[in-house]
């Protein structure tokens, strides 16, 4: 790659898993649903690092809805690891981190993340958000021939995989258009849609840090013909109610 084009190409984000926010632990996270898939991948990747597992579970891919807690579990697990192991880091990666305008840029890019999490010392974990926008199913009409030779690329680094040192977190909102070649190769979980008592959970914890009258947000909640489907429009509820208590707010 030349000197013109590296310039152009941005950093990746690498952040030390010690330095990701208390927000992320697990311990805020309401619902049984998510304590049993951030212990099954925990003690995946915990064990695996532990014991030198070289061919383990190369991770996992994450599908489920908008706003139901993918990539905020993948930052809970990476930070959960850097408090057992040194020198633990969480990469980053989205379409943007891939894709480049010349014929085997991309390619090269790939091999790059791999290599960036090799020449680390201690321990990595890889998070491609999206992935169904970096790495398209193979089967798709009209797919172009450098989405199937990045795929390949992808797919053959994954297999070298040392799982020893590095794990994988892939997630996705759109389960289907996801390379099977790919699902196959990670283990996949699905993030259902919230249940009432889930919800419920999320909405006191968020009513607890804004001061918000958590029975007023429970009413609305059980009284919707159809229950909010993730984290994140239990959000919208709770700030709804935030912002008409600010609107009532007497300033002296």
């Known amino acids: 790659m030349s000197r ?14 010690r330095e990701i926010p208390e927000d992320y632990d697990i311990t805020r996270f309401a619902g049984e649903e998510y304590k049993k898939i951030f212990n099954l991948m925990f003690k995946t990747f915990y064990y695996q690092f532990r014991e030198g597992v070289k061919r383990g579970i190369k991770g996992f891919l994450l599908h489920g809805e908008p706003g139901t807690g993918k ?6 697990v990476a930070r959960e690891l850097g408090k057992k192991f040194r ?29 960036e999490a090799k020449e680390r010392a201690g321990y990595t974990v890889l998070l491609f958000d999206d992935v169904e926008s970096i790495f ?29 040192r590095t794990g994988i977190v892939a997630t996705t909102n759109w389960f289907e258009l996801v390379d099977k070649a790919l699902v196959d190769r990670m283990y996949p979980i699905e993030f259902r849609p919230l249940d009432l008592e889930t919800a419920l959970a999320i909405a006191e914890r ?10 007023k947000v429970k009413e609305e909640i059980c009284s919707m013909s159809s229950l909010p489907r993730s984290a994140r429009e239990v959000e919208r509820i709770v700030i709804k109610h935030y912002i008409e208590k ?7």
């Open 206 to 215: 968020r009513c607890m840090e804004l001061g918000v009258r958590f029975e």
């Open 136 to 164: 398209m199913s193979r089967g798709r009409e009209r797919i172009e021939s450098w989405h199937i030779a990045q795929d390949n690329v992808f797919f053959h680094m994954l297999d070298e995989l040392d799982t020893s």
């Open 71 to 76: 990539t905020s579990l993948a930052y809970a």
């Open 87 to 115: 020198d633990t880091y969480l990469i980053l990666i989205d379409a943007s981190d891939i894709a480049r305008p010349l014929y085997g840029e991309s390619e090269m890019r790939i091999v790059e993340v791999f290599e």
């Open 246 to 252: 600010l609107e009532r707010l007497e300033v002296s």
């Open 4 to 17: 013109r084009i590296r310039q152009l190409v941005k950093p990746l984000r690498v952040i030390e898993t």
